[in-house]
């Protein structure tokens, strides 16, 4: 398999809006991520980047296959958020890197439909329901600011 760079977007929202500017508090529930259901299958939403592609239009051709209004700030890049990287089976050289990119939070909960079959294939995911490190990592780092992590398969690495 070829190495890829996957660029994917964090869209949140609050379980409680009133919780907002604090949603990684413990006392009270916990945002929610969007996902996208494929083959029974939840994950972030993402493509993958091209050759000279600039982030930021890898960001919006996310957004446009989802349905979904860019985000709020067309002027500026969606911000980085964390970067991933997975190793191949051979030799530990890197074959995957994701860079989760700042997709905002909707205005609304409503998530549009599918292209032609009319069911939803956008999802809601609890955050303690997420199974990609690195998504919960990204809205620790929307939310509380600095440096963008970098993880090692998931896992932060030390001083990056």
């Known amino acids: 398999m070829p190495r890829q760079t996957w660029v994917n977007l964090l869209v949140w929202h609050p379980e409680d809006p009133l919780n907002s500017l604090n949603p990684l508090g413990l006392g009270g529930p916990l945002p929610r991520v969007l996902q ?16 000279d592609e600039p982030l930021r239009q890898a960001a919006a051709r996310v957004t446009a296959a989802l349905g979904l209004r860019a985000p709020a700030q067309p002027a500026q890049p969606a911000p980085l958020l964390a970067i991933d990287q997975r190793p191949s089976g051979r030799g530990g050289d890197v074959e995957q890197m994701v860079l989760v990119l700042d997709g905002g939070t909707p205005p609304t909960e409503e998530l549009p439909p599918c292209g032609g079959c009319g069911r939803f294939h956008l999802v809601w995911t609890p955050l303690e329901e997420v199974e990609q490190p690195a998504l919960v990592h990204a809205l620790r780092a929307r939310v509380r ?13 030390a001083g990056g």
């Open 145 to 157: 600011g600095g440096q963008p992590p970098t993880l090692w398969c998931g896992e932060p690495v």
């Open 36 to 51: 996208v259901v494929r083959d029974g299958e939840a994950g972030p939403p993402g493509v993958i980047l091209r050759p």
